[in-house]
């Protein structure tokens, strides 16, 4: 059961699912309802609201209708959706996915979408845990398949038929936005259900289980020679030093070759500032990623000039233990590896790609880069990722896109991607951490004008600086505020 309460399924059977269903009462044809008569309808074919609630006008977040619903498009799913319908509607939907191995139906993750008007739609991704890192119930088949890819299609389709019921006409606009695995979610449905939204951003995307690899061989590498936070930050302001980084961040960080031998202690010399031969080759592995036998990543590469942020998602220091458990990997065990005796924590570039083969990640990945029946009917897709991720790889994006663009070149007019120096995972970092990718699509879809540029800003700071679409990097013009998107280019 959710920690808010919402949908309490505990014992629920299937059968007792779909009697409830076929006992909710439907409204009367062309009639429009008032927020409290919602509850209890009937949604969709296979839906129910279980409540709906007029929530006042607070701290910046306008009145609307809240409702809370399930979906059982199967025997055996249970998706959990939440609807925020705002009293001053602009007339467009904002859909948003979850992260880590969570769905995510909260208030605050509603908030800014509700502040600009829109009829906001989430979900608890098909299972009513709220841990990022847990993921025991993917022993459920069906809700492996709606968190991999049908809890945000059946939100959306819901989402849009509770619209039509309640403010009496159809959106204009159907959006999605997603970060992480909702980066991941936001690329399914580009790929599977391209009717479902007329413009899509996807930041740092879990699109593949090489993150989960990436994070158990990251783990592997500092293991017998560990670095503690002080000396991750020791090593930053040596890349940043030799690479450029005057702004506490570097502006595009594959462009540094540093190598850690340069601050690598000689013989009898105090480690107090310098690092030892064994750390440096564990630096070097980490910068350099590590190759499955079939060419593609076992463990993405990790950027430099990102170094200080990196215990946030590896197990760096000396005895530190995982708290991701390997980015949920440890749960997945059964599925990836069925009876064979794996040891996760040694996992070897050659079970990564046993592990890839398997059902679940044909199930789960969001790796198909041919969107052009999404991009055929005029859908945007908006890529955006941090360069200091020690997450999910900004090249693993990068890559994406590359494929997307290779594989169907009618599409990649479609299709922008964003890179957001200094920033780590979804936000954070010193860099610019909050791109404005909905503005930027909301003028793509309906004005027509393609991305030239994104702001970003700081989430605590004066930056204001433009992001350009990739491979183009901004660049101070010499004159002018140097927080004024207006003197930079894009070259």
Known sequence: MRKSGFIARAGMGTALSMCLLAAAPALAQGAKPGCEALAGTALGDHGKIESSVTVAAKDGTPSYCEVKAWLTPVAGSHIGVVYRLPDQWNGKILGSGGGGWAGNVTLMAAQPGLARGYATAQTDGGHPGTSVWDNEWVASPEAVKDFSYRAIHEMTVASKQLVRLYYGREQAHTYYQGCSTGGRMGLMEAQRFPTDYDGIIAGAPVYSLQVQTSSLLRNKMF???????EQ?????????????GTQGYLNNPRKCSWDPKVITCKAGASAGGCITPEQAVAMRTAYAGIRAPDGTWAAFPLMRGGEAGWSRFIATAPGAKD????GGMLGLKPLLFANADIDLVNLTPQEVMVARSSEFAKTYEATNPDISAFAGRGGKLILWHGESDPGPSPIGTIEYYQAVTKASPAAAGNVRLFMAPGTEHCGGGPGLNRPDTLTALEQWVEQGQAPAMVVATHDSGPIRRPLCPFPAEASYSGTGDVNDPKAYRCS
Do not use: D
């Open 223 to 229: 293991a017998g020679s560990g670095l503690t936070n």
């Open 232 to 244: 991750l930050a020791f090593v930053q302001a040596a890349v940043l030093s030799a690479c450029g």
């Open 323 to 326: 708290v991701t458990r390997g």
